[in-house]
């Protein structure tokens, strides 16, 4: 299973025309030359279309959007653990806020992943849902509001006690846990004010994938992280 590092920014292409097909190789090999410049470690979540052609063209960690809680057989249409493994994923986020599942269905799907050694990343969208996703212990959990989600209005700043109280909660069930944070990140204060508030990283969509030059964002995001 891949080895998670300490800071750590996961960047979600989700279906942005910015990041799909080409544009979504390009932008993962921005992301792959701020990870190597700064050894920061930068994840990429691109489009399960996308994923195995950025896989083969990366070498930073790549991860499914989306798995569904299945076994291999009659589902038409789902996404398959060991499909996302043969992609060539190294994990997947679990329970987006935008696609969203039940938490029977988070609990199969972080198992699920696990038997495949793929990381899983479970966002919650407030501090008691977190703790109940932490009870089923992901390899990260991750808290973002979703009506903050691309407003552009950071998390960090408009609403920093659910990142606070949702550390302190997580923690007395996982000590151990790392906790990311995302909704609204688009400077890099706010990243640095994200890992004051006790995340380790954070999860950003529109902030890197729809700004004029990602590189330069992402790597202010990056030298954030380390200061």
């Known amino acids: 299973m891949l080895k998670l590092n300490e800071p750590m920014i996961i960047v979600n292409f989700k279906t942005f025309l910015e ?13 792959e030359k701020v990870s190597k410049e700064t050894g920061v470690q930068i994840v990429i979540v691109p489009q399960f ?4 052609k950025i896989a083969e063209s990366v070498e930073i960690p790549v991860f499914a959007q989306h798995l569904d ?10 996404i398959l653990a060991e499909a996302i493994k043969e992609a060539g994923a190294a994990g997947t986020l679990v329970n987006h806020s935008e696609r969203p599942l039940r938490l029977i269905d988070i609990q199969a799907s972080i198992e699920l992943a696990r038997e495949q050694n793929l990381v899983s990343c479970v966002c919650a969208n407030n501090p008691a849902t977190s703790v109940a996703v932490a009870a089923l212990k ?3 959990t991750s808290i973002e509001p979703p009506e ?13 006690e659910i990142i606070t109280n949702t550390t302190v909660l997580v923690h007395k069930i996982d000590k151990d846990m790392p906790i990311l944070c995302g909704a609204g990140i688009s ?4 990243v640095s004010m994200a890992l004051k508030l006790g995340t380790l990283g954070v999860l950003v969509a529109s902030g890197i994938v729809k700004a004029k030059d990602p590189y330069n964002i992402l790597y202010s995001f990056a030298n954030a992280t380390r200061q």
């Open 187 to 190: 400077q890099a204060e706010d």
């Open 138 to 140: 992901p390899d990260i």
């Open 69 to 78: 809680p299945i076994k291999p057989g009659n589902s038409t249409g789902h």
């Open 19 to 31: 990041a799909t097909g080409k544009k979504a190789v390009e932008l993962a090999r921005q992301a």
């Open 148 to 160: 903050l989600i691309g407003t552009g209005i950071p998390v960090s700043k408009a609403k920093p």
């Open 49 to 52: 279309v996308d994923l195995t």
